[in-house]
């Protein structure tokens, strides 16, 4: 399987981390044999059809210099666009910053890929915040597999536990605490009795914050990934623009004192609900709830026909587990070409 990566950050580098590892095992489980042929950075590429080391693109990295300063396989200045046309691949994997305004540049790489017959894997909640239905639209009619498990609970199978394990049940609803930032900040406040703004200090020392933490606080991130679970597992057709959004900015230790002594505590709960609406808000839950993760765990109640509530709890972040979830969608993407072949 051929790769190219469009985007070269954390979860890049996890990404061709753990592609080698899995080529060097040559492990029969996995059956398949990735070969990253091209990177793309904001600076240019480095492209070879033979397949380029992960040792070698991070030497350069940690050099300080552009990944397409590479003096065999280097090509400054070439667009991603370009890349993603014209280098021989099976599998674009879309990893740039999030934008949730324009969704750029990611959105034109994705488009891109599709039209030039690639299956694209992404971490990039952007395209699919703003776009989903036609994304999925655009893969489909060009006969392209487009996988995102990456984009909801980082390295957690949130997506794939409700899509295969929860398979032939029908899932009523979902609620989630699906932002490791807010989780934390709440989290500190009500455990330290510390205010907001310390709490976010915290979390931005810590690294979980962004420095302009709008993002994770005011739930435009759990926005987004309530929108792709309304979308991928309920079938539904939404957008940012359909969810009901409050973030915790409002949410005071008075708050969580008042919901501490009825045995509750206060979480940035993204749902889906009755009504069928996306609402992102502060709730209050019991402290008994499997939903109650504390620091900066995510976890998700899917609310189903059968199996009753069943909840899935892990990590919702970090460069190496977001990099597993883009391993798992390359091979669901090979085993289904795979059978594909079979019929
Ligand atoms: N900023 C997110 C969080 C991680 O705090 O959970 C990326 O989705």
Known sequence: MRIILVGYGVVGKGVTTILSRRYTEKNKNFGFNPKVVAVADVDGAVINPQGLSPDKLEEIKQGGYPISADPEFGCPGIKALNVI??????VV????PVNIKTA???MSHIVQAFKTGKHVVTTNKGPLALAMPALTELAQYNNVYFRFSGTVGGGTPVLEFAKRCLAGDQILGIKGILNGTTNYILSEMSQN??????ALSTAQKLGYAEREPSMDIDGFDTACKTVILANWILGQKVTLKDVERTGIREVSLQDLDRASKLGNTIKLVGAIDDKNKPVVKPVEISKTNPLCVSG???AVTFQCEFAAEQTIVGRGAGGIETAGAVLRDLLDIRHKLAAKLLT
């Not at 046309?85 to 099976?90: D, G, P």
């Not at 994997?93 to 740039?96: A, F, P, S, W, Y």
């Open 93 to 96: 994997v879309e990893i740039t």
């Open 296 to 298: 900066v765990l995510n």
């Open 104 to 106: 750029e540049p990611a």
């Open 193 to 198: 009795r510390i205010s907001f703004q310390d």
């Open 85 to 90: 046309k014209e280098v021989e691949a099976e």
